[in-house]
């Protein structure tokens, strides 16, 4: 009988689009108070500027399992892994989580710019409840891992975003956590650094811990994962076998290409100006299909005002 390693109910995140901005001169101030009288005088109410990023989303992981999450940028993906990893709390809903959690969610999450990348070995697995003789243990293989032998004292902000990602990777693979998370920061490294991240996560889910993966690569998602979730507009759009869900999500894909701009559902924004249509064109004006390396494009684009 499997061992439920992760459970979500109904988990939700709710945003509020410019609740920070700040109205510091007088004349900001002025505008502001214009524009809500104009729109209080010709009865329309300003768009309620808020969504829900992540939106009554359930499932369960088991222990062993690694779960693949994907969708089109803005879907909720790096939100409910937020949740997850128990950076951001959810706006409604509960998550259960049993074992520790290592989370990868941005290249160098948890380091400090001014330490070296051996301090911040020992800084990063501190933050995720590692003694430091376990550290110790586990240095030397983190550090051969990573492939950053010769900059291993040198400060951190002086690492390429790659040797950035090789390390954090490393750390948070090798410290024996009991889940693993991790969101497509795998882009930043070459090939063949990609290749021993999929090895050390096929690695670390045959010793009977969970992964899960955001990934936009298919091919990465298919080749790692038993199952997969399918996320649209913050809600679970598919859920099951991976090679299923990643038909549906590539269904889509080619729906929404074929489909006019002015015409596609997925619109997010203020509606005050809405684009209707953009077209590229040549240096004599003509509409082409695409634009081409080296080749001077001018884009057109369409609008509709609010007003």
């Given at each position: ?130 003694r430091r003789d376990e550290v110790r243990r586990k240095f030397d293989e983190i550090v051969a891992f ?47 650094f990609q290749q021993k991240c999929l090895g050390k996560m096929e690695e670390v889910s045959r010793s ?100």
């Amino acid at each position: 009988m499997s061992t439920v390693a992760i459970r979500a109910e109904g988990l939700s995140k709710h945003y509020r689009l410019g609740a920070a901005v700040q109205h510091n001169t007088l004349r900001d101030q002025v505008m502001h108070r214009l524009k809500a009288l104009t729109q209080w005088g010709s009865g329309r109410s300003e768009p309620d500027p808020s969504f829900w990023a992540v939106k009554d989303v359930s499932f369960e992981v088991n222990q062993g399992e690694v779960l693949g999450i994907i969708g089109h940028n803005g879907a909720g993906k790096s939100t409910l892994l937020k949740i997850l990893s128990r950076i951001t709390q959810p706006t409604k809903g509960t998550v259960d989580i049993y074992g520790r959690v290592s989370s990868l969610l941005e290249v160098g999450t948890g380091f400090h710019s001014e330490l070296t990348g051996r301090e911040n070995i020992f800084l990063n697995a501190a933050m995720l409840g590692m003694r430091r003789d376990e550290v110790r243990r586990k240095f030397d293989e983190i550090v051969a891992f990573s492939g950053v032998e010769d900059f291993i004292d040198t400060p951190v902000k002086r690492y390429s975003s790659g040797m950035y990602v090789r390390l954090a990777f490393a750390v948070a693979a090798h410290l024996e956590p009991e889940i693993l998370i991790v969101d497509e920061v795998l882009a930043v490294g070459d090939a063949s650094f990609q290749q021993k991240c999929l090895g050390k996560m096929e690695e670390v889910s045959r010793s009977g811990r969970t992964v899960l993966i955001v990934s936009h690569n298919m091919g990465i998602i298919e080749g790692l994962c038993e199952r997969a979730i399918l996320l649209e507009k913050g809600r679970v759009a598919k859920i099951g076998k991976t090679q299923t869900v990643v038909e549906g999500y590539a269904d889509a894909i080619r729906s929404q290409a074929s489909m006019p701009i002015g015409a596609r559902p997925d619109r997010v924004g203020l509606g005050e100006i809405l684009l209707t249509e953009i077209d590229p064109l040549a240096k004599d004006r003509h509409s082409i299909a695409a634009a081409m390396t080296g080749r001077d494009v001018t884009i057109r684009m369409h609008y509709r005002s609010a007003d």
